[in-house]
Nanobody, 114 residues
Framework: QVQLVESGGGLVQPGESLRLTCTTS????????MGWYRQAPGKERELVAS??????TYADSAKGRFTISRDKAQKTVYLQMTSLKPEDTAVYFC?????????WGQGTQVTLSS
């Protein structure tokens, strides 16, 4: 069974950085799409960044501060977040599409202290 496991969330102060990691297991196939979404309290889940083929897309809120990347084996995707702001507080979810099937991680909490 394919699983996505995220890590790296936590409580940080504005201006600090965090790196989220998501690793997939249970499939011999590489994802065709890898991405990060987030959901703040009372809000809908929204795209943060995604990558497929040689293309990368960032939400406007992430441009210039967040960087999505993956390892050579294409089993792990990272989200480097810098200059974090209070409005970045959310549960961050990893998403991958593997053989046409969309998979989600369980989410990792990122909280900015005031």
């Amino acid at each position: 069974q394919v699983q996505l496991v995220e890590s790296g969330g936590g409580l940080v102060q504005p201006g600090e950085s965090l790196r989220l990691t998501c690793t997939t297991s249970g499939s011999i196939y590489s994802p065709t799409v890898m991405g990060w979404y987030r959901q703040a309290p009372g809000k809908e889940r929204e795209l943060v960044a995604s990558m497929w083929g040689g293309s990368i897309t960032y939400a406007d809120s992430a441009k210039g501060r967040f960087t999505i990347s993956r390892d050579k084996a294409q089993k792990t995707v990272y989200l480097q977040m810098t200059s974090l702001k209070p409005e970045d507080t959310a549960v961050y979810f990893c998403m991958m599409i593997i053989r046409g099937v969309q998979k989600w991680g369980q989410g990792t909490q990122v909280t900015l202290s005031s």
